[in-house]
């Protein structure tokens, strides 16, 4: 049986330092390193200070404290199947980690925390160059959702879609 030096829990405010190197690596990875906004300062409003958080964050910690990936999720509280949802933002192992199941351990206890809350599912979305990513989650048993395409609205879009202006 493989044993991991590694455990997986829930990040706290003392993770942020470690945390955030990890959030910067996939904004690298996932080529969106120019818009990437998040601060220690923005971490810790969103995910420690306030109850509840906006997010919550599990971390790959290696038996000596470091970080070796981490998984961003929260919850849709309620959906048509009367049954909140987990939905997985962000999961990155660090390139020095990967190879040894950190991912996967990420996604079991993401899976944990959505019984635990009593969700009817885990919803996430990966780019489509990703064929790696899109590999490890079907071989997790995820299926790529054949129905529904994902939009987003931004920048300028946005805020003309909005009525305001850049100086409102």
């Not at 509840?52 to 964050?57: A, I, L, V």
């Not at 996430?124 to 939009?151: I, T």
Request: charged share 15%; proline share 5%; net charge negative.
């Amino acid at each position: 049986m493989f044993t991991s030096p590694f455990c997986v829990d829930l990040a706290t405010a003392a993770d942020i330092p470690a945390l955030l190197p990890l959030m910067e690596g996939l904004a690298d990875f996932e080529h969106y390193r120019d818009t990437f906004a998040i601060t220690p300062e923005l971490l810790y409003q969103q995910g420690f200070a306030q109850q509840p958080p906006d997010f919550y964050c599990l971390v790959a910690r290696h038996a000596d404290g470091q970080l070796g990936g981490m998984l961003v999720y929260y919850f849709i509280p309620f959906t048509a199947s009367a049954k909140p949802t987990l939905f997985i933002k962000e999961l990155f192992v660090a390139e020095a980690y990967r190879g040894h199941h950190l991912g996967e351990e990420l996604m079991r206890a993401a899976a944990r925390a959505a019984v635990a809350h009593g969700c009817g599912a885990m919803r996430w979305a990966v780019a489509a160059w990703n064929e790696a990513g899109r590999r490890f989650y079907e071989r997790l048993g995820a299926q790529a959702n054949p129905v529904w395409v994902d939009y987003s609205l931004n920048g300028t879009a946005l805020l003309d879609l909005s009525g305001t202006s850049v100086n409102s």
